[in-house]
């Protein structure tokens, strides 16, 4: 099952996506995260899901690497939903023991569950579509400004281009240890939840050292090429911005319009 997680990969492309300036697509990537946290009614919502539908289809990656980022957090949005859908107020239509279904219940797990799927498939998109080098350079340009206060812009940027690119690596070890365990005789998908949990306390270990073992080899090859930060750095890229950067940040902007426009007409439901 580790093996099918595509979260953090990056596919070469040349969709429209692909071709956007990476700082255009992280502030919209921003302004949408932030926007599918206020949607109170179902239109408000449906516009998130067909804009994120939208996305989907013009990004060029097949849907089926979509649903693979989803498998990371299926059971944590299934226990979300359970809960958010026994916690609502009103009065009730079913009731049991300390269990209370009401419609608010039902509203809120609808919304809980939509959104963290529609905040995944975002994030999805945006990994999918942008390399770690162009984010690594798009954080570090949005950021410059906080540098005058000596904030560690590159090495923030840098760090967190690091954590991306390796999450593809760290899975595949991951995958890789499971399968040695399993050759050596241990059952990992076998009984309860937690005899699987302590069946994995093998795997962790290593893991770990793997990481850290990956981590000092990363800082002395950066080292030996003389790495030292941001300053007076060149890059093989330059950044710059087009029509279709500023027409994504428009099209963003009126999807935000749009979604206050339903908050202010229509009646909220949670």
Same mark, same amino acid.
Not at 44 to 54: D, E, R, T, W, Y
Not at 62 to 78: D, E, G, N, R, T
Not at 173 to 179: A, G, H, W, Y
């Given at each position: 099952?580790?093996?099918?997680?595509?979260?953090?990969?990056?596919?070469?492309?040349?969709?429209?996506?692909?071709?956007?300036?990476?700082?255009a697509?992280?502030?919209?990537?921003?302004a949408?995260?932030?926007?599918?946290?206020?949607?109170?009614?179902?239109?408000?919502?449906?516009?998130?899901?067909?804009?994120?539908?939208?996305?989907?289809?013009?990004?060029g990656?097949?849907?089926?690497?979509?649903?693979?980022?989803?498998?990371?957090?299926?059971?944590?949005?299934?226990?979300?939903?359970?809960?958010?859908?026994?916690?609502?107020?009103?009065?009730?239509?079913?009731?049991?023991?300390?269990?209370?279904?009401?419609?608010?219940?039902?509203?809120?797990?609808?919304?809980?569950?939509?959104?963290?799927?529609?905040?995944i498939?975002?994030?999805?998109?945006?990994?999918?579509?942008?390399?770690?080098?162009?984010?690594?350079?798009?954080?570090?340009?949005?950021m410059?400004?906080?540098?005058?206060?000596?904030?560690?812009?590159?090495?923030?940027?840098?760090?967190?281009?690091?954590?991306?690119?390796?999450?593809?690596?760290?899975?595949?070890?991951?995958d890789?240890?499971?399968?040695?365990?399993?050759?050596?005789?241990?059952d990992?998908?076998?009984?309860?939840?937690?005899?699987?949990?302590? #069946?994995?306390?093998?795997?962790?270990?290593? @893991?770990?050292? &793997? $990481?850290f073992?990956?981590?000092?080899? +990363? =800082? /002395? *090859?950066?080292?030996?090429?003389?790495?030292?930060?941001? #300053?007076?750095?060149?890059?093989?890229?330059? @950044?710059?911005? &087009? $029509?279709?950067?500023?027409?994504?940040? +428009? =099209? /963003? *902007?009126?999807?935000?319009?749009?979604?206050?426009?339903?908050n202010?007409?229509l009646?909220?439901?949670?």
């Amino acid at each position: 099952m580790v093996r099918d997680v595509s979260f953090g990969q990056y596919f070469p492309g040349k969709s429209l996506l692909h071709r956007i300036d990476p700082r255009a697509k992280l502030l919209c990537f921003i302004a949408f995260v932030v926007v599918i946290f206020f949607t109170f009614n179902y239109a408000s919502l449906g516009l998130i899901v067909a804009a994120m539908v939208f996305l989907v289809a013009v990004s060029g990656i097949a849907p089926k690497f979509y649903f693979k980022s989803l498998k990371v957090i299926l059971v944590v949005v299934l226990i979300t939903s359970v809960l958010n859908l026994f916690y609502g107020s009103g009065e009730a239509i079913w009731e049991w023991w300390i269990l209370r279904l009401t419609w608010n219940g039902i509203h809120r797990a609808v919304f809980v569950t939509v959104r963290i799927i529609c905040l995944i498939l975002a994030s999805s998109c945006l990994t999918f579509t942008t390399s770690p080098t162009e984010l690594t350079d798009a954080l570090e340009r949005l950021m410059k400004p906080l540098a005058k206060i000596h904030f560690p812009v590159h090495e923030i940027a840098m760090m967190m281009s690091l954590a991306l690119r390796f999450v593809p690596t760290l899975l595949e070890e991951t995958d890789k240890l499971m399968q040695a365990q399993k050759a050596r005789g241990a059952d990992m998908e076998s009984g309860g939840f937690f005899k699987r949990v302590r #069946s994995l306390i093998p795997i962790l270990i290593p @893991l770990f050292v &793997s $990481a850290f073992r990956r981590a000092y080899d +990363i =800082a /002395t *090859a950066m080292e030996c090429r003389c790495y030292r930060g941001g #300053s007076g750095r060149t890059r093989m890229k330059i @950044l710059h911005m &087009s $029509a279709r950067d500023i027409i994504a940040m +428009i =099209a /963003t *902007a009126l999807l935000i319009g749009g979604v206050i426009v339903c908050n202010l007409l229509l009646a909220s439901v949670i």
